[in-house]
């Protein structure tokens, strides 16, 4: 449905100096979050690579949100660091190169689809023409070329996870955090949006999805599983159940699991 999305030399970020291997689009060292005295994230370490959807696997309370908040620069970690192309977050001038899609939908009600997409597609910096061009593909993807100018309150809950998730991808970033992206949205249309999102990963994007959904979790090019705000696992889906020796990443997932709490 897309072409052309990102450019290569877009995509990748040349010139690092954190230190921090350039095949990573992001990365994420002994990260530990605390809220007051609760320690919601402890000792989260990750490797995201160019060019890769990797699923962030957890119930809800686990800390994914946490996290992928951290990533996209919204939160500080109170100790450790997370990098999106090769540069420490919080980082202002990064704001464009990521494209995030929260939990709840961060739109405004009394605005139509369209001027929502405008006003953002200007805070990334993008022209008249570009935020036409793309409002017309993004919409198109998620099917809402038809409710373009309807004010947002009048939208079904579905309908605003699928414009959040239009937003998120208005400005061509080369990263992407979605935070559960497809709930609330029809089995054909979820089928969709994942198959665009092999694409943009094809074109070198790098994709951090967070889940609870163990068939979600399946479609991902790499794993983390995550409980009480520990990585209890990490690798593809088929070397976690492989290694253990079941056949469904939600038996791999009570087993990891299990583990954690002999432990």
């Keep these: 449905m897309f072409k052309g999305l990102i450019s290569p030399e877009k995509a990748h970020h040349n010139g690092s100096s954190s230190g921090v291997d350039s095949n ?4 994420v060292r002994n ?15 990750l490797e995201i690579p160019f060019g890769q959807i990797y699923g962030l696997l957890g119930p809800s309370g686990c800390g994914k949100t946490t996290m992928v908040k951290i990533i996209a620069g919204i939160l500080e970690a109170t100790s450790g660091k997370a990098y999106v192309l090769g540069e420490a977050m ?3 001038s990064l704001m464009n190169k990521v494209g995030y899609m929260a939990q709840s939908d961060a739109l405004y009600g009394s605005l139509t689809a369209a001027e929502n997409l405008q006003f953002f597609g200007a805070i990334y910096g993008m022209n008249k023409a570009e935020i036409k061009r793309r409002t017309a593909e993004v919409m198109e993807l998620v099917n809402l070329s038809d409710d373009l100018d309807k004010p947002v309150q009048a939208y079904s809950g579905g309908m605003k996870r699928r414009l959040s998730l239009a937003m ?5 970033p080369p990263v992407l955090v979605l935070d559960e992206p497809t709930v609330g949205i029809d089995p054909l249309l979820r089928k969709n949006i994942w198959a665009e999102l092999y694409k943009l ?3 070198g994007v790098t994709i951090l999805v967070t889940t609870h959904v163990m068939d979600e979790a399946e479609k991902c090019h790499q794993l983390a599983m995550m409980r009480a705000g520990r990585l209890i696992a990490k690798g593809t889906s088929q070397e976690l159940q492989k290694n253990i020796g079941v056949r469904s990443i939600e038996e791999a997932f009570l087993y990891y699991g299990g583990q954690q709490d002999e432990s």
């Design 24 to 27: 990573y689009g992001i990365v």
């Design 201 to 203: 990963a094809a074109q």
């Design 90 to 92: 919080p980082q202002l």
């Design 168 to 172: 998120a991808i208005l400005h061509n």
């Design 31 to 45: 990260v530990h979050k605390y809220f007051g005295a609760k320690h919601v994230l402890k000792d989260i370490n």
